[in-house]
């Protein structure tokens, strides 16, 4: 059975940093691409990141270039959301995804998702 399950999150002050992983299982991570989301309470979901299959496009959306970095180990079969300078605004739930395919523009198609990790900034 395919299967996202999202680690990593927490509480963190402003400035700080924290590292969410996507682990699949049930397929090979190899020949996908995967997508990390995030929703804000009240907000609607919000592409944040993404990588190809090869690695050889990532996306990042404006308000997190910078401060996160995507990548993958297909030898885990995880893929990584490295998080640093935190702010509030950064403060949702995250989710990665995959059966998709990312492009320079974002991350496109994802029909298959983990059920989330929560993200909270604050002192």
């Known amino acids: 059975q395919e299967q996202l399950v999202e680690s990593g999150g927490g509480l963190v002050q402003p400035g700080g940093s924290l590292r969410l992983s996507c682990a699949v299982s049930?397929?090979?991570?190899?020949?996908?691409?995967i997508g990390w989301f995030r929703q804000a309470p009240g907000k609607g979901r919000e592409g944040v990141s993404c990588?190809?299959?090869?690695?050889?496009?990532?996306y990042y959306t404006d308000s997190v270039k910078g401060r996160f970095t995507i990548s993958r180990d297909n030898f885990k079969n995880t893929v990584y959301l490295e998080m640093n300078g935190l702010v509030p605004e950064d403060t949702a739930v995250y989710y990665c995804?995959?059966?998709?395919?990312?492009?320079?523009?974002?991350?496109?198609?994802?029909?298959?998702w983990g059920k989330g990790t929560l993200v909270t900034v604050s002192s």
């Open positions: 049930g397929f090979n991570l190899d020949v996908y691409a």
């Open positions: 990588i190809s299959s090869s690695a050889n496009i990532t």
């Open positions: 995804a995959t059966e998709g395919y990312c492009t320079a523009l974002g991350p496109y198609g994802m029909d298959y």
